[in-house]
Nanobody, 124 residues
Framework: QVRLIESGGGLVQAGESLRLSCRAS????????RAWFRQPPGKEREFVAV????????YYSDFAKGRFFISRDTNKDTAWLQMNSLKPEDTALYYC?????????????????WGQGTQVTVSS
């Protein structure tokens, strides 16, 4: 069973940065994309960013553009989300997700594997 192991969350002040990581464990299947989603308190899960595993192309939600940067290392089977200039509204549980084959990149239902989530809290 594939496990996605997330780390890097925490409590920071507005304007600071965090770097989340997502490492796949026991992964022997195909890889098309790895993404980050988040779920703010009392809200639905929303797309943050995705990286295409084969070529590193990245796509972002509007709120992430210019502040967040996603990257991956295929040899380490790990993806990272660098988050800069954090705002209180970025407070959420951040999830890593893995897509085995091409699908709709921003749709949570298209992803095959999910991590447990890592909490990011930004104080004002």
């Amino acid at each position: 069973q594939v496990r996605l192991i997330e780390s890097g969350g925490g409590l920071v002040q507005a304007g600071e940065s965090l770097r989340l990581s997502c490492r796949a464990s026991n992964h022997h299947g195909s890889s098309y994309a790895r993404a980050w989603f988040r779920q703010p308190p009392g809200k639905e899960r929303e797309f943050v960013a995705v990286v295409i595993w084969s070529n590193g192309n990245a796509y972002y939600s509007d709120f992430a553009k210019g502040r967040f940067f996603i990257s991956r290392d295929t040899n380490k089977d790990t993806a990272w989300l660098q988050m800069n200039s954090l705002k209180p509204e970025d407070t959420a549980l951040y999830y890593c997700a893995h897509m085995n084959r091409p699908g709709q990149l921003m749709a949570p239902t298209e992803y095959d594997h999910w991590g447990q989530g890592t909490q990011v809290t930004v104080s004002s």
